[in-house]
């Protein structure tokens, strides 16, 4: 099997992309605080990382949803962005796709192990 066919490696990177992905959209509300009228948006993928957490089926690939807040009271202006909560999601993004990059250079270490010491 190739190293990019493990499935736990499969859902590593897949793990990866949709974190960057939502500090993607965080950072877009963060942006668009001042803009009047705007909605935050929400990226959303837990469920199936917590199923995978709990014993469920081995995930492949996360899939994700991209909202948009209507349940959040607006402002005068329309705007929903609420920065403090948008910043501790921010933060914990950050924490959770560090904890993702540390597993797959584990990984990676492993592969690298592998390679310089066979035929020794």
């Known amino acids: 099997m190739a190293f990019w066919e493990d499935p736990s490696v499969k859902a590593l990177s897949s793990g990866m992309d949709a974190l960057w992905q939502k500090q993607q959209v965080i950072s877009h509300n963060i942006a668009n605080v001042e803009t009047p009228g705007y909605k935050a948006k929400h990226v959303e993928f837990k469920e199936v990382l917590k199923k995978t957490e709990d014993g469920g089926e081995p995930v492949k690939e996360y899939r994700t949803v991209v909202s948009v807040d209507e349940s959040t009271q ?42 310089n010491n066979a035929g020794k």
């Open 74 to 115: 607006a402002r005068a202006d329309g705007n929903n962005v609420q920065v403090e909560s948008e910043e501790l999601e921010l933060w914990k993004t950050y924490v959770e796709y560090s904890t993702l990059t540390s597993r797959m250079s584990k990984k990676f270490s492993s592969l690298r192990y592998v390679i």
